[in-house]
């Protein structure tokens, strides 16, 4: 058979035909009148999806240079922060402090389990010194979202700053940076911006700028007031990967032109088709509380966990990705981010049943498609 290729990961997600074909134009200068103008053409559409008047910085780097640039620009070496840890990229925000001896007091939460405001409310009394917390409003590794409305409601009255790591949610599920009031909202390009790695994106409020000023942390190429500076110029303080701005640009023309709303429930409406599916075949999901994002699967007793995206991928060609160390084979997760479609999500239930078939677990062909296509069928608009 001729195999095609499903990228079905979260993250790098697929990009639309029209967004890969405007990187194929020679190169512009960037410190050019025609870069500026469609610079900041993306600086406008991306303050659109932060829900933010501040500016959004575009750094040429993957999402993890984001979190970085939060960390080094809003603390000092011994500065106090708190760092949920619900999964991989939590886990991350801890490795980026301790690299520059920032005292991170960490919240270790369970893979999947739910972290509530009442909690981290308790925890911001009894650790009143802290400057910075840092959260994951989607936790990839997990397919668990998590309450930044209600962390917002309990960091904003305090002197810390909320910082938001949202790689994966943005574009899926809302987080208004000023009407919800996150201090520091921050992003990545290959994800639901629907263009390739390799641009992430940053902004901060008013009480995060305040930190910016007198944070002492080593920084040089991801030093926001640089950033700041050489925005004012309608530029970036270095070279920006200019092929992927023009990319980025047509990619918002898209997500904008389709609008923020329906981006979330088109989302919901492939989550929940996902979600059916996976139950129909007797699957349990990990996450208490899982988002739109991805759909992280318990592997089912008897399969070796590692088979089942080995098959999907090798065999099948449908890229999904398996569960990240510590808990390698015991979840897959499936993504539906991005531009993805309707029909993306029967493609995956699909070649999930014929691998789950082909590893001796029972099913009925067809249960997950029966269950999920009605909710496509008739959310379809
Ligand atoms: C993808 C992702 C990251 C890491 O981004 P890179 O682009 O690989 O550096 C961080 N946080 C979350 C929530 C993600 O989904």
């Given at each position: 058979?001729?195999?095609?290729?499903?990228?079905?990961?979260?993250?790098?997600?697929?990009?639309?035909?029209?967004?890969l074909?405007?990187?194929?134009?020679?190169i512009?200068?960037?410190?050019?009148?025609?870069?500026?103008?469609?610079f900041?053409?993306?600086?406008?559409?991306?303050?659109?999806?932060?829900?933010?008047?501040?500016?959004v910085?575009?750094?040429?780097?993957?999402?993890s240079?984001?979190?970085?640039?939060?960390?080094?620009?809003?603390l000092?070496?011994?500065?106090?922060?708190?760092?949920i840890?619900?999964?991989?990229?939590?886990?991350?925000?801890?490795?980026?402090?301790?690299?520059?001896?920032?005292?991170?007091?960490?919240?270790?939460?369970?893979?999947?389990?739910?972290?509530?405001?009442d909690?981290?409310?308790?925890?911001?009394?009894?650790?009143?010194?802290?400057k910075?917390?840092?959260?994951?409003?989607?936790?990839?590794s997990?397919?668990?979202?998590?309450?930044?409305?209600?962390f917002?409601?309990?960091?904003?009255?305090?002197?810390?700053?909320?910082?938001?790591?949202?790689?994966?949610?943005?574009?899926?599920?809302?987080?208004?940076?000023?009407?919800?009031?996150?201090?520091?909202?921050?992003?990545?390009?290959?994800?639901?911006f629907?263009?390739?790695?390799?641009?992430?994106?940053?902004?901060?409020?008013p009480?995060?700028?305040?930190?910016?000023?007198?944070?002492?942390?080593?920084?040089?190429?991801?030093?926001?007031?640089?950033?700041?500076?050489n925005?004012?110029?309608?530029?970036?303080?270095?070279?920006?990967?200019?092929?992927?701005?023009?990319?980025?640009?047509?990619?918002?023309?898209?997500?904008?032109?389709?609008?923020l709303?329906q981006?979330?429930?088109?989302?919901?409406?492939?989550?929940?088709?996902?979600?059916?599916?996976?139950?129909?075949?007797?699957?349990?999901?990990?996450?208490?509380?899982?988002?739109?994002?991805?759909?992280?699967?318990?592997?089912?007793a008897?399969?070796?966990g590692?088979?089942?995206?080995?098959?999907?991928?090798?065999?099948?060609?449908?890229?999904i990705?398996?569960?990240?160390?510590?808990?390698?084979?015991?979840?897959?997760?499936?993504?539906?981010?991005?531009?993805?479609?309707?029909?993306?999500?029967?493609?995956?239930?699909?070649?999930?049943?014929?691998?789950?078939?082909?590893?001796?677990?029972?099913?009925?062909?067809?249960?997950?498609?029966?269950?999920?296509?009605?909710?496509?069928?008739?959310?379809?608009?």
């Amino acid at each position: 058979m001729i195999k095609k290729y499903y990228l079905l990961s979260p993250g790098p997600a697929p990009v639309p035909e029209s967004v890969l074909a405007a990187a194929a134009v020679p190169i512009i200068h960037h410190r050019t009148p025609e870069f500026s103008k469609i610079f900041m053409e993306v600086t406008e559409g991306l303050k659109t999806v932060f829900g933010t008047k501040e500016d959004v910085y575009v750094l040429t780097s993957s999402g993890s240079g984001a979190m970085e640039t939060a960390v080094v620009n809003l603390l000092s070496p011994g500065d106090k922060a708190l760092t949920i840890n619900a999964g991989k990229f939590g886990e991350r925000w801890g490795n980026i402090c301790k690299a520059y001896g920032v005292a991170y007091k960490e919240i270790v939460v369970e893979w999947g389990a739910d972290y509530t405001k009442d909690q981290l409310s308790a925890e911001l009394r009894a650790n009143p010194d802290v400057k910075a917390v840092f959260c994951q409003m989607s936790e990839t590794s997990t397919g668990a979202v998590y309450d930044i409305k209600g962390f917002a409601e309990v960091v904003a009255p305090t002197n810390a700053v909320l910082v938001v790591d949202g790689i994966s949610g943005m574009g899926v599920m809302p987080c208004p940076m000023d009407e919800w009031k996150v201090d520091v909202l921050l992003s990545g390009s290959q994800k639901s911006f629907m263009i390739p790695p390799g641009l992430a994106y940053i902004a901060f409020s008013p009480k995060a700028w305040k930190l910016v000023e007198v944070a002492k942390c080593s920084k040089f190429y991801f030093d926001a007031k640089k950033a700041r500076k050489n925005l004012l110029d309608k530029t970036t303080p270095w070279t920006p990967a200019i092929s992927l701005v023009i990319q980025q640009k047509k990619a918002l023309d898209i997500i904008l032109g389709m609008g923020l709303e329906q981006m979330y429930a088109h989302h919901r409406i492939l989550g929940d088709a996902t979600r059916a599916g996976v139950k129909a075949l007797g699957l349990e999901l990990l996450a208490r509380n899982p988002g739109n994002i991805l759909t992280a699967v318990k592997t089912p007793a008897g399969i070796e966990g590692g088979k089942i995206v080995k098959t999907m991928q090798g065999k099948y060609m449908a890229y999904i990705q398996g569960a990240q160390d510590p808990n390698k084979g015991k979840f897959f997760r499936i993504a539906h981010l991005g531009y993805m479609g309707g029909f993306d999500v029967i493609t995956a239930l699909v070649a999930l049943e014929m691998t789950l078939t082909d590893l001796g677990y029972k099913l009925e062909p067809g249960a997950s498609v029966k269950a999920a296509e009605p909710i496509l069928r008739e959310n379809w608009a």
